[in-house]
């Protein structure tokens, strides 16, 4: 019986192998980007760097200390796709999809990882959801990196505009935010040379829309046809997606129009593509059209609650989550109405949903507080910029308003960490690095305290 009692205790939970999981690929990617062939010096690159990178790729965040055009080989390039596309998906998705192929039997331990890894609530027909994951995944992004690839090889040599689009396809889907151009534009100039192309930014735009709104609502969308019928989770997330892009693009482009360094310096349609991309870039991508630092603060502070926000669960992209947002608000307008439930399109939410939406979105507020305060001590730059790098970071956005590749050694390491807890989730990190919960055996009694 000891020896049962003890093998269970070093039995690694859903949530732990998850984390040791992410941990490794950054890890085998940090070591494989620090070779000499993975640099364009021929120069080990600095293991703070390359895990910094490794980092950034695999939790599809898009920080980078070096330019990824410039600075690194097609070695070194391809090493990060990889991070980005086995990191978007999630490692236990990528490894069902050798599974499906040898045609070996998922295991129920591994449909629990499965489960844990797309934020599912059962396990019923996770195998079939991962096909439609990849299925998905790969259609959308070999149909992007054949637009692209048409679009770019007007400018670029074919091979070279090939390359160009099956890289950014999966960097963009992904939500990753990582580019090519500095090797076109110069180092860190993102997407900012097509900032009034409308075939680069539509096809830009709905790679991150798709990457962003989850594989779950994908999938709803698809058998729309056929159900003629959205789940309340789908609805939420469309709702919410299109409410705060256009509300995005509305504020940006009003804070910005006279901007001479962003959008001051645009014709009246560049204005609109631009600003409209800038607010869909922070659901997690990380791209951007228009040079982030030079914008005013009050649009800086904007992104920075866009950012805190993020995408939809079970997508590839990061923050508190849409969905999470939604049921704030609607607790929100329960308490001003006077009304007991939160009700989301004729649907009553449980108290569950409620409690873990506030937990996710304070234990997210405390990391984002604490990590600005500590950053604020080390780095010797404005609260503002800090403050817009660690919610880039917890966000797995990637936007940058200059500070990434100023960092300090103990900077590094703190962003690091803050994208790490931010692929995995606040709650989902807290469960690997916690004891394992016990059911409690009896209740205590009820207490009242003054609120407001």
């Known amino acids: 019986m000891k020896s049962i009692k003890k093998a269970s205790r070093w039995q690694l939970t859903p949530p732990q192998i998850l984390v040791m999981g992410f941990g490794t690929i950054i890890l ?184 962003g709104i989850g594989f779950i609502v994908l999938s709803d969308v698809a058998d729309y046809r056929r159900t003629r019928r959205l789940s309340l989770h789908s609805k939420v997330v469309l709702t919410m997606t299109g409410l705060l892009i256009v509300l995005g693009a509305i504020v940006i482009l009003v804070f910005e129009f006279t901007n001479p360094a962003t959008l001051g310096g645009l014709n009246g349609w560049q204005k609109m593509w631009a600003a409209l991309f800038q607010s869909v870039s922070p659901r997690t991508a990380g791209a951007n059209t228009v040079d982030i630092g030079a914008m005013r603060q009050a649009t800086q502070f904007f992104i920075v609650v866009l950012m805190f926000i993020g995408a939809s669960p079970g997508s590839t992209g990061g923050g508190i989550k849409t969905t999470t947002f939604a049921i704030l608000i609607g607790a929100v307008i329960t308490m001003i109405r006077g009304k007991e439930d939160i009700v989301i399109f004729r649907h009553r939410l449980g108290k569950d949903r409620i409690f873990k939406a506030v937990t996710i979105t304070l234990m997210a507020l405390f990391m984002v507080i604490g990590v600005t305060m500590v950053l604020s001590t080390t780095e010797d730059h404005p609260f503002l910029m800090i403050l817009f790098e660690t919610t880039s970071a917890f966000g797995t956005v990637g936007l940058t ?42 209740k205590h009694p009820e207490g009242k305290i003054t609120i407001g």
């Open 28 to 211: 085998i990617g940090a070591l494989l980007l620090m070779l000499p062939i993975a640099n364009s010096d021929g120069q080990p690159l600095p293991f703070i760097d390359a895990l910094f990178t490794a980092t950034s790729a695999t939790c599809v965040t898009g920080l980078v200390v070096v330019d990824t055009g410039t600075h690194f080989t097609l070695f070194g390039q391809i090493v990060i796709i990889t991070l980005i596309q086995v990191g978007g998906l999630g490692f236990m998705t990528m490894a069902t999809l050798f599974a499906l192929a040898f045609r070996k039997r998922i295991s129920l331990k591994e449909r629990l990882i499965l489960q844990e890894a797309l934020n599912q609530g059962s396990m019923e027909g996770i195998v079939r959801l991962i096909r439609k994951v990849l299925l998905y995944a790969f259609c959308i992004e070999g149909a992007a990196a054949v637009l692209f690839t048409l679009r770019w090889a007007f400018d670029l040599p074919f091979g070279k505009a090939l390359y160009y689009g099956i890289f950014h396809a999966i960097s963009l889907f992904n939500n990753a935010g990582f580019d090519l151009f500095g090797s076109v534009s110069g180092p860190f100039s993102s997407l900012t040379l097509y900032v009034g192309d409308p075939i680069v930014n539509i096809v830009a735009i709905l790679l991150i829309v798709l990457g």
């Open 401 to 442: 308003a200059g500070l990434t590749s100023d960092l300090t050694v103990v900077g590094k390491l703190l962003i690091c960490l803050m994208m790490f807890a931010g692929r995995l989730g606040p709650i989902t990190l807290a469960y690997a690095l916690g004891p394992k919960s016990e059911r409690e055996l009896y």
